[in-house]
């Protein structure tokens, strides 16, 4: 590991100006490439404590052995010397995009004599027409074989050209009509370049002028009694409009653009590419990239305009570029796409319409993009054994922590506190095993005290099914639960689970066998910084547990902290544990909230008729239905109460008496406008059934 401070350059030696630098390691590879309007100011930020650096570009710095730059004139010239050395060195710490094939694209030979239709990849020629890309290159021949049949154009290779004009006999495709043959004749090279002028024009969009001849074609032809005509054009018809179902129109006035999405955590990032040409999505690309630098969204977006027309030119760089974030400066950016396409790009963020509503179609595609790659990270059984390997070599276990629990607190500023608990067993979710919990010990916001309560409730837990097991007996060496100190935890459970209002035999299945609710994890993740893991530590030290690891896993840097430790373990960020303990973590903080939220929902929707007894959830909607509103019940008479039907007097008395009783509800909210509604919760929808407000019920695992 190089000191920076062994390389960095003297005082008064970078220059300030607009440049690119690269840093080298100590056998002269590149191993990072940046630009800067100003290196003086840019690489001073290397050349400060290492304690107040990203993890990642600490580790970067600290690699590298040397720094060297290059002056430019302009932030422009700075932009594609930078793309054109990440091109050449391919630096270890810059973004990579793993998918960095070449898609393919539908093109067009207009350079020759008899033009051909195909499938092509890599640099684009002089004189062809391309229209793309394309995902697959399946997409393009299931176009090309719907389109053959009204534009029979040449499809073949050189070779079967050349073959066919030799034996006079034309391939498959001349005989079934899906080719003009012109290797044999049947058509002039004038008439066939027609034919491939007629097809570059419907794929790039002018299809409508072209489908109204056909069809009044099909009508003369109809008139004129030629109905086997008539039948082969209202064909060429349907097989025209099913091609253009593939492409469907989703932007007006036949607008050009590429739309870019970016969805992101912080080790890795999928970019979605939409390629919209004549109003119509015309292809889809997508890369995922690791984050091997610190790097913002408009970072993300600046290498993958970078990527996606670094070789480009012309009209295959299209007038508009809409992006989820500008990158900072944008000017220079701008300036390139222009320079590539001969004329002005507009680069910009949608704020409103179908080009936006659009982009968010892009962007749910990187999301589920991401969560794909995702999932197969986490399914592949040799990735999960070597997460598992660095975890246990990182936090000094004595073997790989195959069953993993993690806990996170959440609530709303001291309101409804809860916290979940999540496993994974062998790297993988065990959703059946999920708990939740809610916090009364104490009331108020103190996630410290909070992470205390629950690692002490699940844990005595466990300690009692172990004794009720038989799995912890006097082994002669004072080990063990037995005697005073069983009964004294069974005591301090059974005084937990009353305080809970659950029954102190809950630990019982319904055939009386206990529940495995305390299957020992070898490994315990608070969501957290020291406090949290100390309380957690803490915790199991008071009921004597010493056979369970503990860590922590603070967001803010990905730094995993230990028990009565000063500093953190920062993990490789190419580290497999680092990414399965972000996934064990992210879980537990989505299941939590989610029953958080569900919580303040319930709490929000309770209503005084809950408390009435025999009153089920038909009557309670009869009443409101009837009244409108609790306020209105609250002041009707029992006489008016008796009118609703399936409602007696003596009901009608219970539910007065119910309602007086209660305090009268807060007011609504719109939670749109922030205005203070006059009815209470519970005011009836103009569709008669009672407005209610919060997230839905989204309940997993036991309440606890």
């Not at 007097?649 to 609504?668: F, H, N, S």
Request: glycine share 8%.
């Amino acid at each position: 590991m190089a000191d920076p401070s062994s390389y960095r350059p003297k005082p008064g030696q970078i220059p300030d100006s607009p440049g690119v630098y690269r840093f080298r390691d100590e056998h002269r590879r590149v191993i990072y490439v940046g630009k800067a309007k100003s290196l003086r100011q840019r690489l001073a930020n290397y050349f400060q404590d290492l304690a107040n650096l990203h993890p990642r570009t600490r580790s970067m710095v600290t690699t590298a052995a040397s720094v060297e730059w290059t002056v430019v004139s302009t932030e422009v010239e700075a932009l594609q010397l930078e793309y054109s050395w990440i091109k050449e060195f391919d630096p270890r710490f810059n973004v990579k995009y793993r998918d960095d094939k070449s898609y393919p694209y539908l093109a067009v030979t207009m350079n020759e004599e008899f033009p051909r239709v195909q499938v092509m990849r890599g640099h684009k020629r002089k004189g062809v027409r391309y229209f793309g890309p394309y995902a697959h290159a399946w997409a393009i021949r299931d176009t090309v074989d719907l389109l053959l049949r009204v534009f029979p154009v040449r499809t073949c290779s050189a070779g079967v050209f050349k073959n066919a004009t030799r034996t006079g006999r034309p391939c498959l495709l001349g005989y079934i009509g899906k080719c003009s043959a012109p290797c044999v004749g049947r058509v002039d090279p004038e008439e066939h370049r027609e034919l491939a002028e007629e097809f570059c024009d419907f794929m790039a969009g002018r299809t409508g002028t072209y489908l109204r001849r056909l069809e009044q074609r099909m009508t003369e032809a109809a008139e004129e009694m030629e109905y086997e005509r008539a039948a082969r054009l209202r064909d060429d018809i349907g097989a025209l409009r099913k091609a253009m179902e593939k492409n469907a129109v989703v932007l007006a006035d036949a607008t050009d653009a590429d739309l870019i999405a970016v969805a992101e955590d912080e080790l890795e990032a999928a970019v979605q590419i939409f390629h919209v040409r004549g109003g119509r999505v015309r292809g889809q690309r997508g890369w995922v990239t690791d984050k091997v630098e610190e790097i913002t969204t408009g970072a993300l977006v600046e290498h993958a305009l970078q990527q996606l027309y670094g070789e480009e030119k012309g009209d295959s760089v299209p007038k508009e570029v809409l992006v989820p974030a500008l990158p900072d400066p944008v000017e220079p950016v701008q300036e390139w796409l222009a320079d590539r396409r001969g004329s002005a790009v507009s680069l910009r963020i949608p704020q409103r319409g179908d080009k936006k509503a659009l982009m968010e179609t892009v962007q749910r595609n990187a999301q589920q993009s991401l969560a794909l790659h995702k999932t197969k990270r986490a399914s592949d059984l040799t990735t999960r054994s070597r997460a598992l390997e660095e975890i246990a070599e990182a936090l000094d276990l004595d073997s790989a922590p195959l069953r993993i629990e993690c806990y996170d607190i959440s609530h709303l500023q001291g309101d409804d506190v809860v916290a979940s608990m999540v496993v994974f067993e062998d790297g993988l979710q065990r959703k059946s095993e999920y708990r939740r919990f809610q916090i009364k010990g104490f009331e108020g916001q103190d996630d410290v005290r909070s992470m205390h309560e629950v690692i002490t409730r699940r844990f005595r837990r466990y300690l009692v099914e172990k004794e009720r097991t038989g799995e912890w007996v006097e082994d002669g060496h004072g080990d063990g639960l037995v005697g005073g100190a069983a009964e004294g935890l069974q005591t301090g459970l059974e005084t937990a689970l009353e305080a809970d209002g659950l029954p102190a035999d809950s630990l019982k299945n319904e055939d009386g066998r206990p529940k495995k609710f305390a299957y020992p994890p070898q490994l315990v993740v608070v969501d957290g910084g020291q406090p949290q893991v100390a309380a957690a530590k803490r915790a199991l030290d008071e009921l004597g547990i010493d056979d369970v690891a503990v860590c922590g896993l603070a967001k803010r840097l990905e730094e995993v902290w230990l028990p009565e430790e000063e500093d953190p373990v920062v993990l490789p960020r190419t580290s497999e544990g680092l990414y399965l303990l972000q996934r064990v973590r992210d879980e537990a903080h989505r299941f939590a909230i989610t029953y958080q939220r569900t919580k303040r929902a319930k709490r929000f929707r309770s209503s005084p008729l809950d408390d009435v007894p025999g009153l089920g959830e038909t009557r309670k909607q009869a009443l409101l239905k009837h009244f409108g509103s609790l306020k209105k019940l609250r002041s009707a008479t029992i006489d008016q109460i008796c009118e609703v039907p399936g409602i007696g007097r003596k009901t009608a008395e219970t539910i007065a008496v119910a309602l007086a009783q209660a305090a009268p509800a807060a007011p609504a909210v719109n939670t749109a406008t922030g205005e203070i509604m006059e009815e209470e919760p519970g005011t009836m929808g103009s569709g008669g059934e009672p407005v209610t407000t919060g997230a839905p019920d989204e309940r997993r695992g036991q309440e606890t």
